[in-house]
């Protein structure tokens, strides 16, 4: 197995070119025994900050066509119920999840430049008298689909995530959501509730 890239931490991906960040090339005796070690080191492969298609190579490697060796340039156009998954959807709960994170980090960046952490006035916890603080975020997925999600302030470290229903009310997504950074891994968020641990 060999793995062949030119890219370095700051480098730039540009579209003008092929946009090939890596090259895993594996080799075995047989055909069969090559594909299945490219697929075990494929599930191993990691890459982070931007998409890629390995899970497409993944299904690419199982179809048994493939396998077989028996396709032609109209391989994937043939395949492509099988190869070519629709991207899911969102879930409400996803989609809260990732609104609150957001608004997390952004806090997060103003709390390490405040001189002082006992200064009310430099803290970004959105405390309002007599008032529920809420921030809007529109998530956009596709071309035109939009969610807008109500993130809510609890403290600095916990907030609570809503979605207005058909009637214009407040409905809860998530409830009492605690983010922190991992004190073991760099760029490391964990979100935690009752119910889910991210």
Known sequence: MRIDTGVTEGDTISTFYDPMISKLIVHADTREH?????HEALQKYKVI????????????LKNGIFRKGAF?????????AQLLKPSRELSMYRQGTVALVKVFLENLKYRTRRESDIDPWSKRDMFRLNHQPYRELVLVSGEEDQAS???QFVNEYTFNVYTKDESGFLTPVILDAECHLSETENDLLIVRTDHHLY
């Open 34 to 38: 090559a594909i299945d070690a490219m």
């Open 49 to 60: 900050g931007l998409p890629t298609n390995i899970k497409f190579l993944c299904r690419v």
């Open 72 to 80: 032609d340039t109209s391989f994937i156009e043939q395949n492509q």
């Open 149 to 151: 999600m109500f993130v």
